[in-house]
């Protein structure tokens, strides 16, 4: 394990004289929502993460957490039921898979509860939750890594819990194996090309012609570079390679071997490097199809947050006339070109719904609205359409605390939860997609 370089600057506070570790005996009752164990230590609670439910356990307390305590797990003394061997030996290690020593049912009852409890919370206690969809584990498509380049060594990964200390991984369990592959080569390549005392990430996508490579490094490249990356990329059988400098709007395309095409409902895209895509294809496919039902024959739907057109271009392929509205100008472009391809017509625009959400009297004239917007949820947005009050609300979202809180202002309109579905795309994780379909009255 490495520290990234700049997270802790040496010398900026001075060492506290060290206290003794304090040791505590508890026994875990329940899963918190971020996946770690909940004991009570007199008045307080504790957060012990890698524990469940009937685990006795001694733990090192670390500090405040929120209104309890942190605590690091020292030992089990004796295990709950339910319990299981982790499958990955990065287990602990890695901050990606935290719930490895639950048993199925133990975990899918706890991942689908962090929606219902979420959805209490906001008063919205009696709603039809369908099953939960799952992916399986090396399935998932596109994994970002960070990468730190150190006197001897490239240090190439996940980061730790908490922390921007860089696990360094040879394989991921959840990955689709072509990546899971690329990561030796990967990281000789870095080694080569990037001097010692950087820092970045890289951004990996399977696409039907191969891997889709964005670096995104401030290292400045020079001819000699760029070379060695383009030798590499025709080595590896590449279908894009790209360069970015943080904080520059500017990718090099370092090698442009194939078109990196994923497809929607059949229909080929070229996404931007590194642009968000759903994290695999069979959990983006069950949402389209979730999405496609709920709106059903509506004739005019809006597509709010909507990416690459994952969900309008299938909308407009059956028949309804899509208006895609996404805050980044190039998946729109990407839409736009995918749709001409198909000889498709919709509507697009470039909008911050965060600060511009489309206003209820421009979304009248839909009848259909579907929205799927990054972890901060869409409050603004929802406003409006509690407002303008169109016959379908579908809403898909990746946070289960920001859905119950856009969800309850919908409701309060007068909007019904017909159903909300749980879908599970980062297994062993306490992240949770779902996806809500509303009806008016
Ligand atoms: C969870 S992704 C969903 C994309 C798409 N529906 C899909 O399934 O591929 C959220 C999308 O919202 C866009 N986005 C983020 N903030 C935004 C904002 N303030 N206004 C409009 N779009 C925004 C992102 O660029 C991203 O494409």
């Given at each position: 394990?490495?520290k990234?370089?700049?997270?802790?600057?040496p010398?900026?506070?001075?060492?506290?004289?060290?206290s003794?570790?304090r040791?505590?005996e508890?026994?875990?009752?329940?899963i918190?929502?971020?996946?770690?164990g909940?004991?009570?230590?007199?008045?307080?609670?504790v957060?012990?993460?890698?524990?469940?439910?009937?685990?006795?356990?001694?733990?090192?307390?670390?500090?405040?957490?929120g209104?309890?305590?942190?605590?690091?797990l020292?030992?089990?003394?004796?295990?709950?039921?339910?319990?299981v061997?982790?499958?990955?030996?990065?287990?602990?290690?890695?901050?990606?898979?935290?719930?490895?020593?639950?048993?199925?049912?133990?975990y899918?009852?706890?991942?689908?509860?962090?929606?219902?409890?979420?959805?209490?919370r906001q008063?919205?206690?009696?709603?039809?939750?369908?099953d939960?969809?799952?992916?399986?584990?090396?399935s998932?498509?596109?994994?970002?890594?960070a990468?730190?380049?150190?006197?001897?060594a490239?240090?190439?990964?996940?980061n730790?819990?908490?922390?921007?200390?860089?696990?360094d991984?040879d394989?991921?369990?959840?990955?689709?194996?072509?990546?899971?592959?690329?990561?030796?080569?990967?990281?000789?390549?870095l080694?080569?090309?990037?001097?010692?005392?950087?820092?970045?990430?890289?951004?990996v996508?399977l696409?039907?012609?191969?891997?889709?490579?964005?670096?995104?490094?401030?290292?400045?490249?020079d001819?000699?570079?760029?070379?060695?990356?383009a030798a590499?990329?025709?080595?590896?059988?590449?279908?894009?390679?790209?360069?970015?400098?943080?904080?520059?709007g500017?990718?090099?395309?370092?090698?442009?071997?194939?078109?990196?095409?994923?497809?929607?409902?059949?229909m080929?895209?070229?996404?931007p490097?590194?642009?968000?895509?759903q994290?695999t294809?069979?959990?983006?496919?069950?949402?389209?199809?979730?999405?496609?039902?709920?709106?059903?024959?509506?004739?005019?739907?809006?597509?709010?947050?909507?990416g690459?057109?994952?969900?309008?271009?299938p909308?407009?392929r059956?028949?309804?006339h899509?208006?895609?509205?996404?805050?980044?100008?190039?998946p729109?472009r990407v839409?736009?070109?995918?749709?001409?391809?198909?000889?498709?017509?919709?509507t697009?625009?470039?909008r911050?719904?965060?600060?511009?959400?489309l206003?209820?009297?421009?979304?009248?004239?839909?009848?259909?609205?579907v929205?799927?917007?990054p972890?901060?949820?869409?409050?603004a947005?929802?406003?409006?359409?509690?407002?303008?009050?169109?016959?379908?609300?579908?809403a898909?979202?990746?946070?289960?605390a920001?859905l119950?809180?856009d969800?309850?202002?919908?409701?309060?309109?007068?909007?019904?939860?017909?159903?909300?579905?749980?879908?599970?795309?980062?297994?062993?994780s306490?992240?949770?997609?779902?996806?809500?379909?509303?009806?008016?009255g």
């Amino acid at each position: 394990m490495i520290k990234k370089k700049n997270i802790r600057s040496p010398g900026r506070a001075k060492p506290r004289p060290a206290s003794p570790p304090r040791l505590v005996e508890v026994e875990i009752t329940a899963i918190g929502a971020r996946g770690d164990g909940v004991a009570r230590l007199g008045d307080d609670q504790v957060f012990v993460p890698f524990t469940l439910p009937g685990d006795k356990v001694v733990a090192r307390i670390e500090g405040k957490r929120g209104d309890g305590l942190a605590a690091a797990l020292v030992e089990v003394t004796e295990a709950g039921s339910g319990r299981v061997a982790p499958p990955c030996p990065h287990y602990r290690r890695c901050g990606g898979c935290s719930l490895q020593h639950l048993d199925d049912d133990l975990y899918a009852t706890w991942k689908r509860d962090l929606l219902v409890t979420q959805l209490a919370r906001q008063g919205l206690g009696d709603i039809a939750f369908g099953d939960m969809l799952r992916v399986p584990p090396g399935s998932r498509r596109r994994a970002v890594f960070a990468v730190h380049r150190s006197k001897g060594a490239t240090h190439l990964g996940y980061n730790a819990r908490a922390s921007h200390t860089i696990v360094d991984l040879d394989d991921c369990l959840l990955l689709e194996r072509p990546i899971a592959a690329f990561l030796a080569p990967l990281r000789s390549i870095l080694t080569e090309t990037v001097p010692a005392g950087e820092d970045g990430d890289v951004t990996v996508t399977l696409t039907e012609n191969g891997l889709d490579v964005l670096v995104e490094m401030d290292a400045r490249l020079d001819l000699f570079d760029r070379e060695k990356l383009a030798a590499f990329a025709d080595a590896t059988d590449l279908a894009r390679l790209s360069w970015r400098r943080p904080g520059s709007g500017f990718v090099e395309p370092i090698a442009r071997r194939k078109p990196a095409l994923v497809r929607f409902a059949e229909m080929p895209i070229e996404p931007p490097p590194g642009n968000f895509l759903q994290p695999t294809q069979g959990g983006e496919q069950a949402i389209a199809k979730l999405v496609a039902e709920a709106v059903g024959a509506a004739k005019s739907v809006a597509d709010l947050y909507c990416g690459c057109g994952s969900f309008s271009l299938p909308l407009t392929r059956s028949g309804a006339h899509v208006h895609a509205v996404e805050g980044d100008e190039a998946p729109i472009r990407v839409l736009e070109a995918a749709a001409n391809q198909a000889g498709l017509k919709l509507t697009t625009e470039v909008r911050d719904l965060a600060r511009r959400p489309l206003l209820a009297h421009e979304l009248k004239k839909y009848q259909a609205v579907v929205f799927d917007p990054p972890r901060a949820g869409a409050q603004a947005q929802a406003e409006q359409l509690a407002e303008a009050g169109p016959a379908v609300v579908v809403a898909v979202s990746c946070n289960p605390a920001t859905l119950a809180r856009d969800l309850a202002i919908l409701v309060k309109a007068g909007y019904r939860v017909e159903t909300v579905t749980p879908i599970d795309q980062f297994p062993y994780s306490p992240h949770l997609e779902a996806l809500a379909v509303l009806r008016r009255g």
